[in-house]
C-alpha cells in the first residue's frame, strides 16, 4: 500500500517512582483537578458543547465521597437525535476523505495523550474511578496511546489483500465505511476502552454518537477535548451523557443504525441485542454488533506449578483495581497439597495489601466504583460469611464511611460449582477450590463446564504435558489464555482482546479483526476488452 504511516510501538510505562518528573505532574493534575471540581461535563455533539438538558447528573470520587468532581446534563431523546442527525451528516465528508487524513488526527491524538495530555487523563482517570497512579498510567495514557497508533497501522494494512486478476481484468477490493452511524457504549472501568470504542469505527471513515459511562464521565470529557486538539472534525464522534434513556429510545430503533461497539454488563448487551432484533425490518442495514460483556475468570494450577509465581499471579490478577477488570481472576483450582502450603502466605498477602485513596501513593487499591457495586460485593460477603460450605481465608471487611472500600477476600469451598464460583461480582472477591490433583484432565472438565463466559482464564504448570492438555480441553473456555501468567493486562499489539460464549463476540479489539467489523467490502471488476457477440464458443456449427 503506498501510504505507510510512521510503525507502531507500545508505548513505553512511567513507574512514577518518588522524585521522578512525572510523579510531580500528576500530582500537580490531581490537584488541579481538585481545586476547580466540580467541573462542567456537557454533551458535545456537532464540535460544540450543549448543556441544559434539564436532566443532571454528577460524579464523585468513588474513594471520597465528599468529593463531587463534575456535574454534568443527561441527554435526553432530543440531543441523542441531535447527535445522530450530525453523524449522518458529517459522514459523507468523512467516510471519502484519504485514509492518511483520517489517520493523521489519531497519532495526533496519541501524541497528545502520550505527551502534554498525559497527566490529566490519568489524574481525572484515578480520581472518577478509583484507580493507583500505576493502574491509570497502564490503561488511560499507555493502552489508548497503543489503541489510536496500531488501529491506524492496522487499518493501513487491510486493504493489501487483493484479490487475483487474470489477463484483460482488473478485480479489486474497496472497504467503505458503514451505511449509517456506529453507536459506541463505554464502561467505566477502562479509559483506554472508553477511547478505543468510538475511535476504531472512526478510523475505518465511519461517525460515531458515543455514550459513556457516567461515572467515567470525567476523563472522557478529557478524551473529547484531546480529539478536538487533534483536529477531529465536527460531527464525527459526538459524545451524549448521562444515563441511557434517551440513547435507548432514539438510536438503538433508528433506521439509519449500522454498527454498536459495545463493552459493558451481559444483561444490557442482551437487552440491545433484543431491540434491535425487534426492530429488524426497519434499518437500512443489518446492524453489526460487537460487544464484550462479563467474565468468570479461572486460574487452574497443576502440582508442577511454582509458588511463587502462582501467589503473585492470584494477587494481581483477582486485586489489582478491585478485581474490576472484566479479565480479573475470581476463581481458582489448586491441588490440595498445594493449597495447604500457599493458604497462610496468600492469606498474609491478601491481608497486607494497602487501600485507601488512590492519590496517596503508597495504596496498592482504591474503591469500587460506586453505591451499587459495593453493595452487591458487601451482600456477597455476608451471606458467604454466614454459609457453612464456604469459608473465609482472608479479607471480608467493607466500609463505606468515606468511600466504597471492599478489602481484597478469599474464600475457600469445597463445592466447585459453588454460587462463588459461578457468578460474576467484579469487585475483589476470589474463591478457591482445593482439588485432588490425580485426575489433572477431570478438574479441566470441571472449569470448562462451570461458566457460560469465556473471557479469560490461566493455567500455571511446569509440565509441558500438563499445559498442553489444559490448552487442548479449555480450548474454548477462554478467548484469551494465559500460560504461567496472571489472566488480566493484555497489551495491544500483542494480546488482541475478547472472549467468546456470553463473553462477548470475540472480535479482538487492538487487532484488524476488529477494525474489519466497521467496514463493507465492495468488490470492483473492471473489463478492458469486453465481449461484443453473445454467443458462447461450443454454440458454432461443426
Same mark, same amino acid.
Given at each position: 500500500?503506498?501510504?505507510?504511516?510512521?510503525?507502531?510501538?507500545?508505548e513505553?510505562?512511567?513507574?512514577?517512582?518518588p522524585?521522578?518528573?512525572?510523579?510531580?505532574?500528576?500530582?500537580?493534575a490531581?490537584?488541579?483537578?481538585?481545586?476547580n471540581?466540580?467541573?462542567?461535563?456537557?454533551?458535545h455533539?456537532?464540535?460544540?458543547?450543549?448543556e441544559?438538558?434539564?436532566?443532571l447528573?454528577?460524579v464523585?470520587?468513588?474513594?471520597r465521597?465528599q468529593l463531587?468532581?463534575g456535574?454534568?446534563?443527561t441527554a435526553?431523546?432530543?440531543?441523542?437525535?441531535?447527535?445522530?442527525?450530525?453523524a449522518?451528516?458529517?459522514r459523507r465528508e468523512w467516510a471519502?476523505a484519504s485514509?492518511e487524513?483520517?489517520?493523521?488526527?489519531?497519532?495526533?491524538?496519541?501524541?497528545?495523550l502520550?505527551?502534554?495530555?498525559r497527566?490529566r487523563?490519568?489524574?481525572?482517570?484515578?480520581?472518577g474511578?478509583?484507580?493507583?497512579?500505576y493502574?491509570?498510567?497502564?490503561?488511560a495514557?499507555?493502552?489508548l496511546?497503543?489503541?489510536w497508533?496500531f488501529n491506524?497501522?492496522?487499518?493501513?494494512?487491510?486493504?493489501?489483500d487483493?484479490?487475483?486478476s487474470?489477463p484483460?481484468?482488473?478485480?479489486r477490493?474497496e472497504l467503505?465505511a458503514l451505511?449509517?452511524?456506529?453507536l459506541?457504549i463505554?464502561?467505566f472501568?477502562f479509559?483506554?476502552?472508553?477511547?478505543?470504542?468510538?475511535?476504531a469505527p472512526?478510523i475505518?471513515?465511519?461517525?460515531v454518537v458515543?455514550?459513556?459511562?457516567t461515572?467515567?464521565?470525567?476523563a472522557?470529557t478529557?478524551l473529547?477535548q484531546?480529539?478536538?486538539?487533534a +483536529? !477531529?472534525?465536527? #460531527?464525527?464522534?459526538?459524545?451524549?451523557?448521562?444515563h441511557s434513556g434517551?440513547?435507548a429510545? *432514539?438510536a438503538? /430503533?433508528?433506521p439509519?443504525?449500522?454498527?454498536i461497539?459495545?463493552t459493558?454488563s451481559?444483561g444490557?448487551f442482551?437487552?440491545?441485542?433484543s431491540?434491535?432484533?425487534?426492530n429488524l425490518g426497519?434499518?437500512?442495514?443489518y446492524?453489526?454488533l460487537?460487544g464484550?460483556t462479563?467474565?468468570?475468570?479461572?486460574v487452574v494450577v497443576?502440582?508442577?506449578?511454582?509458588?511463587?509465581?502462582?501467589?503473585v +499471579? !492470584?494477587?494481581? #490478577?483477582?486485586?489489582e483495581?478491585?478485581?474490576?477488570?472484566c479479565?480479573?481472576a475470581s476463581? *481458582?483450582?489448586? /491441588?490440595?497439597a498445594?493449597w495447604?502450603?500457599?493458604?497462610g502466605?496468600l492469606?498474609a498477602a491478601?491481608?497486607s495489601?494497602?487501600?485507601g485513596?488512590?492519590t496517596?501513593?503508597?495504596?496498592?487499591?482504591?474503591?469500587?466504583?460506586?453505591q451499587?457495586?459495593?453493595r452487591t460485593?458487601a451482600?456477597a460477603?455476608?451471606?458467604?460469611?454466614?454459609?457453612d460450605s464456604i469459608?473465609?481465608v482472608a +479479607?471480608?471487611e467493607?466500609d463505606?464511611?468515606?468511600?466504597?472500600?471492599?478489602?481484597?477476600?478469599?474464600?475457600?469451598t469445597?463445592?466447585p460449582?459453588h454460587d462463588?464460583?459461578?457468578?460474576?461480582l467484579?469487585g475483589p472477591?476470589?474463591?478457591?477450590?482445593?482439588y485432588?490433583e490425580?485426575?489433572w484432565?477431570t478438574?479441566l472438565?470441571?472449569?470448562?463446564g462451570?461458566?457460560?463466559?469465556?473471557?479469560?482464564?490461566a493455567?500455571?504448570?511446569s509440565?509441558?504435558?500438563?499445559?498442553d492438555?489444559a490448552?487442548r480441553?479449555l480450548r474454548?473456555?477462554?478467548?484469551n489464555f494465559y500460560?504461567?501468567?496472571?489472566?488480566t493486562?493484555?497489551?495491544?499489539g500483542q494480546q488482541?482482546?475478547g472472549?467468546?460464549?456470553?463473553?462477548g463476540?470475540?472480535d479482538?479489539?487492538?487487532?484488524?479483526?476488529?477494525?474489519?467489523?466497521?467496514v463493507?467490502?465492495?468488490?470492483?471488476?473492471e473489463?478492458?476488452?469486453?465481449p461484443?457477440?453473445?454467443r458462447?464458443?461450443?454454440?458454432?456449427p461443426d
Amino acid at each position: 500500500m503506498s501510504v505507510q504511516p510512521p510503525p507502531p510501538r507500545n508505548e513505553p510505562l512511567l513507574e512514577y517512582r518518588p522524585g521522578s518528573p512525572e510523579r510531580a505532574a500528576v500530582r500537580q493534575a490531581i490537584d488541579d483537578l481538585t481545586a476547580n471540581a466540580p467541573h462542567r461535563l456537557p454533551l458535545h455533539i456537532d464540535g460544540s458543547d450543549v448543556e441544559g438538558t434539564g436532566q443532571l447528573f454528577t460524579v464523585i470520587a468513588p474513594h471520597r465521597h465528599q468529593l463531587v468532581l463534575g456535574e454534568g446534563h443527561t441527554a435526553t431523546e432530543p440531543e441523542v437525535t441531535s447527535a445522530i442527525v450530525a453523524a449522518l451528516r458529517a459522514r459523507r465528508e468523512w467516510a471519502e476523505a484519504s485514509f492518511e487524513s483520517r489517520a493523521a488526527v489519531f497519532l495526533r491524538a496519541a501524541d497528545l495523550l502520550a505527551g502534554p495530555w498525559r497527566a490529566r487523563v490519568n489524574a481525572a482517570t484515578m480520581l472518577g474511578q478509583s484507580k493507583t497512579v500505576y493502574q491509570a498510567e497502564i490503561d488511560a495514557a499507555a493502552e489508548l496511546v497503543d489503541f489510536w497508533r496500531f488501529n491506524v497501522h492496522f487499518a493501513a494494512h487491510l486493504n493489501d489483500d487483493q484479490p487475483i486478476s487474470p489477463p484483460g481484468v482488473w478485480n479489486r477490493m474497496e472497504l467503505r465505511a458503514l451505511e449509517g452511524f456506529v453507536l459506541a457504549i463505554t464502561p467505566f472501568n477502562f479509559t483506554s476502552i472508553a477511547g478505543n470504542l468510538p475511535t476504531a469505527p472512526a478510523i475505518m471513515g465511519n461517525t460515531v454518537v458515543w455514550k459513556p459511562a457516567t461515572t467515567q464521565q470525567l476523563a472522557a470529557t478529557a478524551l473529547m477535548q484531546v480529539l478536538e486538539e487533534a +483536529g !477531529l472534525p465536527p #460531527g464525527v464522534i459526538n459524545m451524549v451523557t448521562g444515563h441511557s434513556g434517551g440513547v435507548a429510545a *432514539a438510536a438503538l /430503533p433508528h433506521p439509519d443504525l449500522a454498527g454498536i461497539h459495545f463493552t459493558g454488563s451481559t444483561g444490557t448487551f442482551h437487552s440491545i441485542w433484543s431491540v434491535v432484533s425487534d426492530n429488524l425490518g426497519g434499518y437500512r442495514t443489518y446492524p453489526r454488533l460487537v460487544g464484550e460483556t462479563g467474565g468468570k475468570d479461572f486460574v487452574v494450577v497443576h502440582e508442577s506449578a511454582s509458588m511463587d509465581a502462582l501467589l503473585v +499471579g !492470584l494477587l494481581r #490478577g483477582a486485586f489489582e483495581y478491585q478485581g474490576q477488570k472484566c479479565s480479573a481472576a475470581s476463581r *481458582a483450582y489448586v /491441588p490440595q497439597a498445594m493449597w495447604d502450603e500457599l493458604r497462610g502466605p496468600l492469606a498474609a498477602a491478601t491481608e497486607s495489601l494497602p487501600m485507601g485513596d488512590p492519590t496517596d501513593m503508597r495504596n496498592f487499591m482504591g474503591a469500587v466504583i460506586d453505591q451499587s457495586a459495593f453493595r452487591t460485593h458487601a451482600d456477597a460477603i455476608t451471606a458467604a460469611r454466614a454459609d457453612d460450605s464456604i469459608s473465609l481465608v482472608a +479479607g471480608g471487611e467493607c466500609d463505606d464511611s468515606e468511600g466504597w472500600f471492599v478489602r481484597p477476600t478469599i474464600f475457600e469451598t469445597p463445592d466447585p460449582h459453588h454460587d462463588l464460583m459461578e457468578r460474576e461480582l467484579f469487585g475483589p472477591i476470589l474463591t478457591v477450590h482445593p482439588y485432588e490433583e490425580s485426575d489433572w484432565e477431570t478438574i479441566l472438565r470441571t472449569v470448562d463446564g462451570t461458566s457460560p463466559y469465556a473471557l479469560t482464564g490461566a493455567v500455571f504448570a511446569s509440565d509441558r504435558g500438563a499445559i498442553d492438555v489444559a490448552s487442548r480441553v479449555l480450548r474454548n473456555a477462554a478467548g484469551n489464555f494465559y500460560i504461567n501468567d496472571k489472566p488480566t493486562g493484555a497489551v495491544v499489539g500483542q494480546q488482541p482482546f475478547g472472549g467468546a460464549r456470553t463473553s462477548g463476540t470475540n472480535d479482538k479489539a487492538g487487532s484488524p479483526l476488529n477494525l474489519l467489523r466497521w467496514v463493507s467490502a465492495r468488490t470492483i471488476k473492471e473489463t478492458f476488452n469486453p465481449p461484443t457477440d453473445w454467443r458462447y464458443p461450443h454454440q458454432l456449427p461443426d
